[in-house]
Nanobody, 124 residues
């Protein structure tokens, strides 16, 4: 089992920044891919960014490219999402997810573990 705990959400004005963290604990996550998803009210959960744990290869949804950066600290078993130039449409609950097979996937059903989510609200 892997436990994921997100933190760092909050309320920010448009154009501002937030940094989310996801701490992984439990069985070793050294070969897991990690990702951030988000879900806005009335919408489906969508892939935001993912990172391969070992190689550090990353992938982003088009709407956040150039604004968001995913990174990881293997020593701390922690994944981060730096969010800059935030827009009101970025408002959502952000979830951290882990995939045992190690590759970056964009579909929610492929991920094995999920965190509880952290709210991000961007005011206009």
């Amino acid at each position: 089992q892997v436990q994921l705990v997100e933190s760092g959400g909050g309320l920010v004005q448009a154009g501002g920044s937030l940094k989310l963290s996801c701490a992984a604990s439990g069985r070793t996550a050294s070969s897991y891919a990690m990702a951030w998803f988000r879900q806005a009210p009335g919408k489906e959960r969508e892939f935001v960014a993912g990172i391969s744990w070992r190689s550090g290869t990353s992938r982003y949804v088009d709407s956040v490219k150039g604004r968001f950066t995913i990174s990881r600290d293997n020593a701390k078993n922690t994944v981060y999402l730096q969010m800059n130039s935030l827009k009101p449409e970025d408002t959502a609950v952000y979830y951290c997810a882990a995939l045992r097979r190690g590759y970056i996937a964009t579909m929610t059903g492929e991920y094995d573990y999920w965190g509880q989510g952290t709210q991000v609200t961007v005011s206009s």
